[in-house]
């Protein structure tokens, strides 16, 4: 690279210049490793201490190191049910709220409809409300319908708050759609059905399952929307909220490694599948 | 093309689409807010039983009783979504602009607290903010905390413990729209003679103004309705409207007084939602 | 695991002595026996499960199992599903409450409230809890006689107690002197900003009441603004760190509280976290709650009465009583436990001398329904 100034008018840059320069874009480096390690250093506590092996019945000093946490994950009586209920719900939840979500994505995108602009907007709200008046009106209607509260009622509310994310997700992906490719099949003589179902689906399958994923996480994470309405049904996050005022074990940190690392891993995969497509591509 | 796709289809197709989606969100969703309506209308006590008596004095009292909680939870979420902003920006534009092949791995730490349960994390600071911890130790030795402070049960633990928790809601759509700049736009700014730093200022700012306005709202909305990080980080003195409103509903089991309260909270939310609307135009913001 | 190895070893060196004597406080004490009246309609058949929500740690444990209800189960062939859901009296209310009041069963046969906050009373006085099937509990001639007729439940006929407890102060002995006095725990500047009160109205309104001079059996208005400006002072001076439910063992265990109101037994099981906790009555008296067996409407009461009355067996009793730590309301615990663990049978924490049970008091009833009351200090504790 030849140092002979070939912009008019641009000043040879001097030493001083040049390691300011060196050091302005590192600054900036560091500071996103710095940003990164306080992202992560409550996952490394958390992580940490589901290690621990506290001798009363709270988990905030470090007090030696033991594997019997993760051998006895469920020694702690109404942990397992509460997580089977979790992932029971996230399961179905997130299966119904994508399904959903994606028709409206589709209809949002591919037609010019009257109260589009109204219903681009419905599906919005919910994002944009607090979880607290979410979980509170759902609450009001239960009580006012005198619905049980419990295993439906958590369902209905997590299937409500995961629509929107899933409308969202799918949408990003049928926008950028290249519409050439259905044109083209519909062309070589494919019907509109067979052509959604051979080009379209398969092409934003990606979007579907990460509009799954993201729902799924969203449901298993969810506290306040399901303490308001779940009655005394138990779900992992409302015990985790339960020992917290009375005695945290550690197998509330071991299950919440599991998951992070469940998620993590997946999210990895996700990433290196996604770099391999880009390299192909 | 693309259009007659569009056009040939009117009619039903869309509605159908539709309908079953959009019913679940009006039946769990929009009729709930009308019955919450309805109950902060009300008046009575679990004792008693509740009865409509247009008892619009519950909005009244909600906002002279508890005017401290609402106006905390205003400067809580303010605060968190400021410092949020201010802290993730430059990250956001370090993945965006220096990310490379990286891109999609970065991102992956940035949503990674993510993937542990909302309140373990917040117990984790409980952890690490302990007043014999090392944080504490720390800051006490270098002179920012007085000998003997805390800074557990403060207003600074909370509103550290909702920037933290909301962070991905501001990075992401920040890293979105930086991601969509075109980097030509800025060398044609450095070629026209502006310096780095004009150049973003100029031209990588203004446009990258649609993530800010949704990190904005993303992380400010359910921040303002948040209470476990008041109530896992901070003392009574901290509590914010989020506190109060659950303690009305599921231990003093006073529904009117705490839905008149939450309408309160979402007409407010949603007025500032509104503002930013018509500022930005709904399609920037839906999409 | 702290299993009871631990706990024993712990109790050698609580030291739960040096309460002071003062004028009595009371238990409801009436005289006269109670008419076994006749039981419920309840069918006298057992179920197959027996659902029992219970505080946390608050049964005999033994690595993962429960021993009083697997001996429970082997005798009587009813699988005990045992759940620890109840984390404060008001929001397992408000959880089981629209249950009841829509007539519904809550899944429930037997569940666990403190009888000084409003709760038993409003369950009994809305009808929503069954009534005991006496005829299955011989054993109730057991409970011992202070607790026999409460005034929420005169004749016990549809509660019988599970344990009591103390309120008093909580204290680290490696970081601060001995706290004795709430004069000290609300005024020391010593123990400034790492104090804690309890959310728990009939706890904190009691002891600060007594401490100002007043009854706490007979709330006033006047007694009562007195001492919720006395604790407003506190709070805002900040000396009190927060107001806290059952979490302030946490804060207590490391190091976040050096002083605080707390409940006796937790400090014994807290001991196992941290040694040097130490607990007394404050002197100018604590007060006594029970936390008590109540069926709610729908349950079983026949199944639910005779698991009652198995925990009102001298045996069982010493034997959950060994862990919980608790004060035991059953006679013939102390005379059975003697023999296993002496210890525990003589710590006066759990079989309290009749010097202490004169310096504990009990809230007024007609506070706990005052809504005016609880919503000023619903204020307080969350402002």
Redesign the interface.
Known sequence: MTSVAV?L?RPRRSVLARTWAFVRRHV??V??LL??A??????A??VA?SFNH????????WQGFTFSNWT?WN?I??IQSALELSLEIALIASLLATA??T??A???V????RGR?T????????????????G?????????L?T??GFSTIL??H??FC??FA??TV??RL?GFD?HLE?AAMDLGANEWTTFVRVTLPLIAPAILAALLLCF?IS??D??VT??NA??E?T??IF???A?????PPQ??VI??A??AI??TM??LN?FL??RRAKRA | MGLGFLHRHRGSTPYLLLAPGMLWLAVFFLVPLGFLFYQSLQSGSIDFGYAFTWAWGNYWDSIKGYRGQFERSFEYAGLATLIALVVSYPVAYWIAFRGGRWKNLLLLFIVAPFFVTYLIRTLAWETILADHGLVVRLLTDIHILAPGGRLLATGTAVVAGITYNFLPFMALPLYVSLEQIDPTLIEAAEDLYASKWRAFLRVTLPLSMPGVVAGTLLTFIPAAGDFINAQLLGSPTNHMIGNVINSKFNELIDYPAAAAMSFILMAIILAMVLVYARAVGTEKLTG | MTDQITRRTFLRRAAASGSILTVPGLLAACGGTSTSSGGSTSSHKLAKTLHFSNWTLYIDKSGNKHPSLDQFQQKYGVHVDYREDINDNASFFSKIQPDLARGQSTGRDIIVMTDNSRYPSLLVQKGWVEKLDKSAIPNIKNLIPQQRHPSWDPHRDYSLPWQSGFTGIGWNEKLTDPVTTMGDLLGNPKLKGKVGLLTEFSDTIALVMAYNGDDPSNITDATFNKAISTIEKAVHSGQIRQFYGNDYSGALANGDLVATMAWSGDIIQLQADNPHLKWNLPDTGGDIWTDNMLIPKGGDAYTASVYMNWVYTPRIAAEIEDYVNYVCPVLGAKAALLKQDPQIAKNPLIFPTQEMLNNVHTIDPKALNNEKYQTTWQNLISA
Not at chain 1, 136 to 144: C, D, E, G
């Open positions: 912009e008018g900036l480096t500071y996103s940003f990164f306080y992202l992560l250093l409550p996952i506590v958390v201490f506290p001798k009363g019945r709270f988990n905030y000093t006895h020694a009586p109404g959903l979500g028709l409206i589709l209809a949002l591919r037609y010019g409809f602009g219903t681009n907007l419905i599906v919005f709200l919910p994002l944009s409300t607090p979880e607290i008046v979410l509170a009106s759902l609450l009001t209607l239960f009580l006012n005198s049980p509260l209905i509310a299937v409500m629509i929107s409308v969202v949408k990003a926008i519409r044109e996480a298993i994470d506290f306040v303490y308001f009655g005394s138990v992992f996050p985790v909220w339960g917290a005022r009375n005695a945290t509330i940190n919440g490694t998951i992070f998620a993590a999210m990895l990433v996604q770099n």
